[in-house]
């Protein structure tokens, strides 16, 4: 059985804790790299010169860097939260709220 109060207590230290958090992720073997805040917010956007010239390969790298960069998060998110969620709640896709 889980503890309601300690799990509140968690989330509200983790969303601290996320608010100083940034994860990088890379796309496009490296050449685009989107950095995201813990709260999944864009902080920057790196882009291989050489890839403006590829419309599709920087589009795709874009997406792949953003998915790499949110997966890389959930997982923070997951490590730090220890699987104490209940698998019920509403909205939390993964228990984590991030999705």
Request: aromatic share 4%; glycine share 12%.
């Given at each position: 059985?889980?503890?309601?109060?300690?799990?509140?207590?968690?989330?509200?230290?983790?969303?601290?804790?996320?608010?100083?958090?940034?994860?990088?992720?890379?796309?496009?073997?490296?050449?685009?790299?989107?950095?995201?805040?813990?709260?999944?917010?864009?902080?920057?956007v790196?882009?291989?010169?050489?890839?403006?010239?590829?419309?599709?390969?920087?589009?795709?790298?874009?997406?792949q860097?953003?998915?790499?960069?949110?997966?890389?998060?959930?997982?923070?998110?997951?490590?730090?939260?220890?699987?104490?969620?209940?698998?019920?709640?509403?909205?939390?896709p993964?228990?984590?709220?991030?999705?």
């Open positions: 059985m889980w503890n309601f109060l300690k799990v509140v207590e968690k989330m509200q230290a983790l969303a601290q804790e996320l608010a100083q958090t940034t994860v990088t992720g890379e796309g496009a073997a490296g050449k685009v790299r989107i950095v995201l805040s813990g709260h999944q917010q864009v902080q920057a790196h882009i291989d010169p050489a890839l403006l010239q590829e419309p599709q390969k920087l589009e795709e790298g874009i997406a860097a953003f998915h790499d960069a949110r997966d890389k998060l959930q997982n923070l998110v997951m490590e730090k939260l220890g699987g104490e969620l209940p698998p019920f709640l509403p909205g939390l993964g228990n984590i709220g991030l999705g």
